[in-house]
């Protein structure tokens, strides 16, 4: 199809939370009630929900040309596809989630290996699998379809769960062993399709200007004024990350200050701009940031 | 556990129906947010919140001795477990759900047997199986996570997927060929704790007032007065199925009868009661009806 | 059309109590978006939405066989419909509306007699004109959009307006000098729609239903038992209006009443039959009455 | 004021519980944002909003003939009022309430006497000081604005507290060692007032008819056929509080019963009639029961 | 009246929009329940709620000093007020709306002359009166109330209705043969107060800041830095609409860009100024904009 | 305890309030329930939630290190308390509220003298007492538990009442016939933990963030551009308080200026800005100021 890329949206838990990065980016996608076709302001795009379990077989199989996905699943299919960009935007923290091996808090087992002949749950069959044949540890791994969290004792020994902070296997009296793998939002490409250069290149722009509002939610900007004589003590406050960019007044002794900081530090900074005293400091929301 | 009832809830799209079924009964269910094991209030029932695709299994391995889940996912199980009654209450409508095998539109396939080599998408899989092994037709089913009409023509050649009404396979331009099974809602029991006396007789109560409940859903009670005279002509407007309670009055040339009707037919009953000389016809709403 | 009653809604301010009515009468409406044919749960009516203004010219000219709208858009019309029942719904109160003429509260004028040569300010132009025309008094009659109250005294002299408590006039310091007419609800038909028998059926059967869902919104059943002794004096408490039905007990000296009461009288009438010894007094909710 | 009776309904936690309770009673009060003068719709009745603690005084000096308040408040007060019936009706439970004495979990103090000499954190300050009095306790009773359970052991030794269920007391870790008194909603008169014959009469048809409203939202009806012999049976079944009324039938080898049951209690009940041959056993909701 | 501007608020469909664009552009306007005049935070101005339909009337007549309406309704009034400025604000897109004259689809009628004795149904009468009148086509136009896109073909022949996407209509099956006239929201003036010093400055302000609330909805703020070696590459990039303010840096290499771009453009623009070398490109959001 | 900031918040009507403003100053708190002890995103601060009326009582004793709450109550406690900073900040106006001395409109009292030997309630009985004693007017203060305003002129003689806008005042026709106290939120210290370096500086940085938050909020960023030949008359149309930051441009005839502004000014600015010649005037919002 010529100047169209297919793409895929995850279905389900991550879809408004997409739907509104993509709107922050630039981009307004107009779900239809119970339609897999959601409609796009985009000539150039169309559309398609998907469940991010299978998102990588329709990338792979070129049913679309692109798609947003958990790393996770994508190891789990098995297949080979590009991954253009990471992406972690989910709404309650910005770390990546783990998948961990999980006992029950009172029973012996410490680590892979103990857990020799016994009972898996997990909803990530084959990446399960796969780490305990490499550590040549004989298990036998069942599907879950959900709540696997309660399943031992009783059900299984030991599950391979997701988790972001943990307090949900500690709720239900589990106890992390291991890490199996970490995991994050991808956006990813079908091979041939990141061959074409039209299509490369949409789905470049698509990655910068994602990340771009990304980058943007957690940041703000930082305007303020300082006597050349203080320059020094107050560049000295800013976070190294990003130089400020230092632009001249009319009043010669001046310079103004327009810098990017990370949301959770402003707290910090802003006293001890202040106490270099630097005047004049307004903080400003930013839609989007490319450094 | 000795006079306790472990009593699985189907987690997910029927949870919220299923609470409230259980409130209409006489029981209220308190779901603590992210906890599996919901608060009831009877001292002797211990509720679980399971997926409907895993309650079969929780209750043959006796983990539970009771839950409501659909027969689609105990056939599809293969467990051994005692269905104790049907329970139809989903809220769109009250009939029964179908599993169907169903074709892109345009495509050739008029029966199972024409699709012989080919692959069927399902979240049903050995069901699927079964169906086309009885018919002698070899075809790969492979398991689908959802969405899966949307699947042919490109990721499979026809899907078995649940329907109601059928409005979801149109808008998605599928064809119906061929029913694979039909599913309602059932209580089903760990079979040696239906051999339990107490058990036994608290899942009964359970299934008693469960359907006393469902009943008066759809039921009203309607009270009039008859003069002697014109009671056959009254009698042989209302229907065969439940016959009215026929009472004395003061007045002796007269009688009152009270009665259940199905909601959907009083709009027409009413008029013909009327004509039949029936006076102070009275609609009332009903909690629960056994007969 | 055989077996097909083609039925008027009234669109805007009305529609959701009239959906609301018929839900309690026995038939389910679906408003779809922006759609001006709601569906319904009979196979036999087709619905349609039509502004309560134009509802007597789709009836009369036949493109419905009846609807619901409010007799004063009848008579503005001048068309010639069969007004087969009233039908008193509206949620704030249960009053008729007026149409009004009001004036300025410090005007002089005192009659309609006083406005000769001035201007009116009314949406219900052709009443107006014919109620200063049975007066002989030669007025300027003016369209009005809407917010007719802040027209007087710069853009008209006087205004005929619909009121119920005249709460609104009051606060645009209005003050009503005459009725102009009393309006209500009614259900009209079409005049040979009406004359065929399988129609006339319907409809009557539409109006019964609709005035016993009417009827049940205002008023309780209450059941008590009285010692025979004491009949006289309870029935004696009871309003004229509705005789009660008196049943036979098993214990000979006492009788069970089973009556329908105005909502708004219970809380008179309870105090009343508890001092004339009835016992056993319950009061229950209804959901249609046809006496 | 002739024919007028002035009415306190409590303002705050109270207050939306209590309009709630008049309308199913059968009287509509309507606040006015915020005006201390709600309307209602009952030209005998003037009400007036005030803060539970307050009520009694109003009602002693006779600004008000009547008001709903916790008897906690009118015993603090001191003050000489009629206390006409007691209403529980509060949305959590239907127990009465409880202020109990209360010391942290660690502390060493196990009985009002072992306070001697302590600090006391009190809403209820002068119920407090009379309980320690009478117990010849010398301790130092402070008035507290509210948060009582967090002040010990730092603001104070112990608090005297009200609790429903000891849940938020437990959660903020104290005990409680002795009930200093139980409380529960009333209807209080001036005691003039209840003396005048027409407003003893409006303040008991109050009590009559809020009491009425009380019982049945906590009792449903039931309806069922029985035949005479089976008679004794399905009636050992029922609970013995409330006779249910037997009515004959003209089928003369069968009669209907007519009783009311606390709802709690159906789901037990319904099976055991069902098993004692109980036949036609219908459930239907009340708005008002004086047995 | 000195120093006080008279303002007309649209009161229905565009109320809320109308509101909140005076919010953006610095003012507050407070409906009060049902009346007609709003409060406003400006001691200088007077609100007052009025159809658009009425609007030119009241500000002809010099009930009011300005107002905003249609341009379409003013020119249906035939009155002559002063043309302010126009206002595109309104919700679902920034294009004009268009008065249509529409057929139904399977009609033979391809242009206005083809209804020559027709009927015309629309809210638009004296408009499409001149429409017709100006093509020597002789038609009936009638006064519709609403629903004007169901009457043909049984009460009317075509239609003259607003559209916006022709959406309404293709749904009720209508074709559109011509354009009668294009409308948009004005704000308007009655002559002689346009002719007042202070209260044409008044209306101009508003004009002004109405505007730059406007401009400002649909475009953002962009800042990036730029090697003065690469400035004419990334200034070819940036639409020529608005030439951005280029500012000295402290490095004298380096220049600072703060320009405004149209939203729906920054997708495509930001990709290319990160390839023309810009760095540091930050996005933020607008309150308003006067270039 | 070392770096550890306990800090109370008001709970009860300005707390939600108080959460958002720490929310823009860049902490997060998560109220709990029914807890007292909300989290906040800060590991150097512990929050416990304290009627505004207990706030200088915890601080003062040292159960808390810092606190915000009004004026006021600090000053009717007695209490000796630093005060580190006033914060205005509730929504619905930005100025002090004032505790008021009101008498029933129609009484003779015209000012405080004219109460000898009067009941005064309120809720703020120290400072009442103070007030009158200041004056030698002796008069009886009592406790009043809310809803003061309609205890005139039965329960009491007059009032000493908080206000805002004296609105409630003059619903319940109350007079104004003295202020007795302004009042203001303060962030309040205990002196000792004031005295210790890190928690002083922790306290101060508090401070200074809350009121960037403070003050952002009621400000916007004007950025434009002037020709350097107009400097003057665009400056002399800015507001004096703040002078703007004027940065050169490439083009050595132009500047741009960026400055803060009053938002209910900006609708009078931005016209004259104009009328100076000034252009690309752009209004962005802020999050934080410090001047």
């Avoid at 795009?45 to 990588?56: G, H, P």
Wanted: charged share 25%.
């Amino acid at each position: 199809m010529a100047n169209k890329l297919r793409l895929g949206i995850p279905k389900g838990s991550l879809q408004d939370a997409t739907i509104a990065l993509f709107e922050r980016a630039g981009w307004r996608i107009y779900a239809n009630g119970r339609s897999y076709f959601p409609t796009i302001d985009d000539a150039e795009i169309e559309c398609m929900l998907i469940r991010a379990q299978e998102m990588s077989r329709y990338v792979e199989k070129g049913v679309l040309d692109a798609g947003l996905t958990g790393i996770d699943w994508v190891v789990e299919s098995g297949l080979d596809v590009e991954s253009v960009t990471s992406l972690v935007y989910s709404k309650q923290s910005r770390q990546k989630v783990r998948w961990v091996l999980a006992v029950p808090e009172d029973s012996p087992y410490q680590k892979a290996e103990d857990l020799a002949g016994k009972v898996i749950a997990t909803e990530l069959v084959e990446v399960s699998k796969r780490y305990f044949a490499a550590k040549n540890v004989d298990v036998k791994v069942e599907f879950s379809w959900g709540a696997t969290e309660v399943k031992p004792p009783t059900l299984a020994d030991a599950i391979v769960e997701v988790t972001e902070t943990g307090s949900s296997l500690r709720a239900n009296r589990l106890r992390i062993i291991d890490t199996v793998m970490e995991s994050e939002t991808r956006l990813i490409a079908n091979r041939s399709a990141y061959a074409d250069t039209w299509k490369k290149h949409k789905i470049d722009s698509l990655a910068l200007m994602l990340n771009a509002a990304i980058s943007a939610q957690g940041q703000v900007g930082l305007i303020l004024n300082v006597e050349k004589v203080n320059l020094p003590a107050v560049l000295s406050v800013l976070p190294a990350l990003n130089s400020p960019t230092v632009s001249e007044l009319s009043d010669r002794n001046w310079v103004a200050l327009n810098t990017i900081l990370e949301e959770g530090v402003v707290r910090e900074v802003i006293p001890r701009l202040k106490a270099a005293k630097a005047t004049g400091i307004v903080e400003y929301p930013l839609n989007k940031v490319v450094l």
